[in-house]
């Protein structure tokens, strides 16, 4: 029989995005400052990307690219391909996150000349008192 760490050591990477998954959920809840939350959203972007990516991996799994007419005679094994559709998925995503940033860093810039901080706490103050 098999041990439960015996589990544990053969899906390691999964507990690695959970750790990742969760110090970024921990950045974007705990810290106040706001570049500390965009970096924990990335922290936390880059976990799930992980996550889907690895679950379209395959052992012993070959490339996607297939000789139309073996495939429309069924002779192709389509459990020895990998599928090619998280890897593509996780491709827009990290163009939407990159994008994302860029737009949140911007945001900030304009957050920062406007209050002299990106801390959330002063922010919320200087608004009230406005």
């Known amino acids: ?8 050591i053969a899906k390691y990477n999964y507990w690695i995005y959970v ?3 969760m110090i970024g959920f921990y950045a ?9 939350k965009l970096l924990g959203m990335n922290i936390f972007q880059t976990a799930i990307i ?10 012993g799994g070959s ?5 139309k007419y073996a495939a429309l005679q069924g002779q192709v094994d ?9 890897h593509v ?3 827009t995503a990290i163009v939407v996150g990159v994008s994302v940033t860029g ?4 945001v900030m810039q304009r957050i920062y000349r406007k209050y002299g901080t990106l801390e959330e706490d002063e922010i919320l103050h200087k608004i009230e008192n406005e």
């Open 1 to 8: 029989m098999e041990s439960i760490l015996d589990h544990v």
């Open 19 to 21: 750790v990742l998954m």
């Open 28 to 36: 974007m809840i705990g810290k106040r400052n706001l570049v500390k």
């Open 50 to 59: 992980l996550f889907f990516i690895s679950t379209g991996a395959k052992k």
């Open 63 to 67: 490339i996607p690219i297939l000789d």
């Open 78 to 86: 389509v459990n020895q391909v990998v599928n090619p559709l998280p």
């Open 89 to 91: 998925l996780m491709l």
């Open 103 to 106: 737009v949140a860093l911007a």
